[in-house]
């Protein structure tokens, strides 16, 4: 690879990437009544989709961990578009085509599970790999633009609907398959590096032996648990503590939590050669508990809902912060590494909402829900403590 080529445009394809992955995973829900209404399909099938897209990116996660080196990041990448794509789309053509409209929903959410979970992994180290300065702000920035396409997704779909009405669903996921097709063409031309071309990466025992490695898996587990405990849950706490509709609901609870979380991304992108990575974390994952505390004990749903807003804000740095971190600490710890730690991230993603809605379905409150995911954000922070105790 030329060492004078210009990294940027592989950077900006990386953004759209995380793009992409706002539109694979939040996409489906905001459907998810009109699937119930359409082809009939109960509740208990409808999270049945959830849980198989997280397991799926699960198991992407782990098999890539030894794939992506062989098959390359360019081949890999492109894939991952082209399986999002077509996942996207198949969810208003698969049902039609199917005699069995549920089994073409979940061929569906396979396809853009696939896509979805291979650009999780791969897009930090290729962000890494550019030769390019401060990474601290690059690998903050990269991540903020989930956020955004989060709160795109949520914000232009409310508005197509409102525009269209619901009954052009299928068009909308067509349009929204536009973006990962042209992604993949972009990738497909913009130069691309790989972690080991530097330096020969660690074998997996070798990583698996280092107490640090260790220490940053627990934290990307309880950061994606505090993150997705608040965020999954954010639109039943607004709707059932300030009594609004589904859309007031999702501006008020998840938009406002994806925004907050992308200002802190984005603002630490702005200002990371001022601040201390390791002290910010830190302070996040407090700030993150008194976030939980204020939306799981307030009486005033004002208060509460302010509490899931500051979660957003508290929980925006740790997910990349911890990627960051990681690769300075275990140097040659390359693709591996990241896919291990994704997979630790995704673990996380499907075991705090879970709780959350366990408990919750015990206590007959979302609030006992939340207060038991408080666990989550208390063992971020005694991670982060420990990982300035241990050396690898």
């Known amino acids: 690879m030329n060492s004078n080529a210009d990294y940027r445009p592989t950077i900006r394809a990386s ?29 208990e099938k409808i999270t049945c989709l959830i849980t198989i897209n997280f397991t799926i990116q699960l198991f992407v996660d782990l098999l890539s961990a030894g794939m992506i080196d062989r098959i390359g990041y360019r081949r890999a990448i492109v894939s991952a578009h082209i399986c999002s794509a077509a996942g996207i789309a198949g969810m208003a053509a698969f049902p039609a085509v199917c005699e069995n409209a549920y089994l073409g929903l979940v061929a569906a959410v396979v396809l853009y599970a696939i896509g979805g979970g291979l650009i999780e992994v791969l897009l930090s180290p290729i962000v890494e790999a550019c030769p390019t300065e401060k990474k601290d702000a690059s690998m903050s920035l990269l991540h903020s633009f989930y956020c955004w396409g989060y709160v795109i997704v949520v914000a232009a779909t409310a508005l197509f609907f409102a525009v269209f009405g619901e009954r052009w669903w299928r068009v909308l996921c067509i349009l929204w398959a536009v973006l990962p097709v042209c992604n993949a063409f972009y990738f497909g031309k913009v130069p691309i590096r790989s972690l080991n071309e530097e330096q020969e990466p660690v074998r997996w025992r070798i990583l698996f032996s280092r107490k640090l490695f260790w220490i940053f898996a627990l934290v990307m587990v309880c950061a994606g648990a505090s993150e997705q405990a608040m965020s999954q849950w954010a639109s039943v706490f607004a709707e059932s503590g300030l009594h609004v509709s589904k859309a ?31 002290q910010l974390m830190f302070g996040s994952s407090v700030l993150c508990i008194l976030s939980y505390i204020m939306t799981a004990f307030s009486s005033c749903p004002i208060l509460g809902l302010a509490g899931c807003g500051l979660c957003g804000l508290s929980v925006g740095i740790l997910w990349p912060g911890t990627f960051r971190v990681a690769s300075k600490s275990l140097p040659g710890g390359g693709t591996a590494m990241f896919a291990f730690l994704a997979l630790a991230g995704d673990l996380g993603c499907t075991l705090g909402p879970a709780v959350v809605g366990l408990v919750s379905l015990e206590a007959g409150s979302i609030h006992g829900g939340l207060s038991a995911a408080i666990l989550f954000p208390v063992m971020l922070c005694l991670g982060i403590i420990l990982w300035n105790l241990i050396k690898s």
Request: hydrophobic share 50%.
């Open 15 to 43: 953004y759209l990437g995380y793009v992409t992955q706002a539109v694979v995973n939040n996409l489906a829900p905001l459907l998810f009544l009109t699937f119930q209404e359409i082809y009939k399909i109960s509740i």
């Open 248 to 278: 007031a609901g999702d501006l008020a609870g998840p938009c406002m939590f994806a925004a907050l979380m992308g200002v802190s991304r984005l603002s630490y992108a702005k200002f990371s050669s001022r601040i201390s990575l390791k």
